[in-house]
């Protein structure tokens, strides 16, 4: 799993180390595909490097761009292990990252399920309640039902196929890491009909931006 580390250092050094140093300009108000791209490119250009160490000319674009980079190291292609970031102030840029991080960890949880057999997967599903999740199975209705227990607001989300349960599962995951002050109950099973139904979504790559969007990117532009 790719390591992102925010430093204040302006040198080409890591642990006292030297390592390769590059500056990265990137769009104003990016889009995830934009960022998903640009992440690529710069990993692809850089396989041979275990650390590398990244000036960006806007910080505002650094957790949208670090959460790209994770997503695009998820296979582990390359020798790439630590992307270290420039920033002005490490603190403050941990705590603007940490929903970023949290989404990291449970789009990489979603890609697990997704690369599972399914019965495996569904399995795994039922042990998430470590992270305050209940998850409860209906054998007659052959459903499963996850809840996020806070405010009194409470969402619901359903899931008819096994693409879109790996999704509902993503966004739970999400909510439980960051503590959600809302509450949300997701029904996974084919006559589960409340709430927001999750599409069939074909691809890997769509179940990452379906997760996204409705996350961290939900009240963007």
């Given at each position: 799993?790719?390591?992102i580390?925010?430093?204040?250092g302006?040198d080409?050094?890591f642990?006292?180390?030297?390592?390769?140093?590059?500056?990265l300009?990137?769009?104003?108000n990016p889009?995830?595909t934009q960022?998903r791209?640009?992440?690529q490119?710069?990993?692809?250009n850089?396989?041979?490097?275990r650390?590398?160490?990244?000036?960006?000319?806007?910080?505002?674009?650094?957790p949208?761009?670090?959460?790209a980079?994770?997503?695009?190291?998820?296979d582990?292609?390359t020798?790439l292990?630590?992307l270290?970031?420039e920033v002005?102030?490490?603190k403050?840029?941990?705590a603007v990252f940490?929903p970023?991080?949290a989404?990291?960890?449970a789009?990489?949880?979603?890609?697990?399920l997704?690369h599972m057999?399914e019965?495996e997967a569904?399995?795994?599903?039922?042990?998430l309640?470590y992270?305050g999740l209940q998850?409860?199975e209906?054998?007659?209705?052959?459903q499963?039902?996850?809840k996020w227990?806070?405010g009194?607001?409470?969402?619901?989300y359903?899931?008819q196929?096994?693409?879109a349960?790996?999704?509902?599962v993503?966004l739970?995951k999400f909510?439980?890491?960051?503590?959600a002050d809302?509450?949300y109950?997701?029904?996974i099973?084919?006559?589960?009909?409340e709430?927001?139904?999750?599409?069939?979504l074909?691809?890997?790559n769509?179940?990452?931006?379906y997760?996204?969007n409705?996350?961290v990117?939900?009240?963007a532009?």
């Amino acid at each position: 799993m790719l390591e992102i580390v925010f430093d204040e250092g302006k040198d080409a050094l890591f642990m006292g180390q030297s390592c390769k140093m590059q500056k990265l300009e990137t769009e104003a108000n990016p889009t995830w595909t934009q960022a998903r791209s640009f992440a690529q490119k710069i990993i692809e250009n850089n396989a041979e490097e275990r650390v590398l160490k990244v000036q960006f000319d806007k910080e505002s674009n650094i957790p949208l761009f670090s959460l790209a980079f994770c997503v695009e190291a998820y296979d582990e292609k390359t020798k790439l292990e630590t992307l270290v970031i420039e920033v002005s102030n490490s603190k403050e840029m941990i705590a603007v990252f940490a929903p970023y991080a949290a989404l990291n960890n449970a789009v990489r949880y979603m890609r697990d399920l997704y690369h599972m057999e399914e019965k495996e997967a569904y399995a795994d599903i039922k042990r998430l309640g470590y992270l305050g999740l209940q998850v409860k199975e209906d054998y007659i209705k052959k459903q499963i039902t996850v809840k996020w227990q806070a405010g009194e607001k409470l969402k619901y989300y359903s899931a008819q196929t096994t693409n879109a349960a790996f999704v509902l599962v993503g966004l739970f995951k999400f909510w439980a890491i960051t503590k959600a002050d809302t509450s949300y109950i997701g029904i996974i099973g084919n006559t589960a009909e409340e709430g927001e139904i999750i599409p069939n979504l074909k691809s890997e790559n769509e179940m990452i931006e379906y997760v996204i969007n409705h996350t961290v990117r939900k009240n963007a532009n």
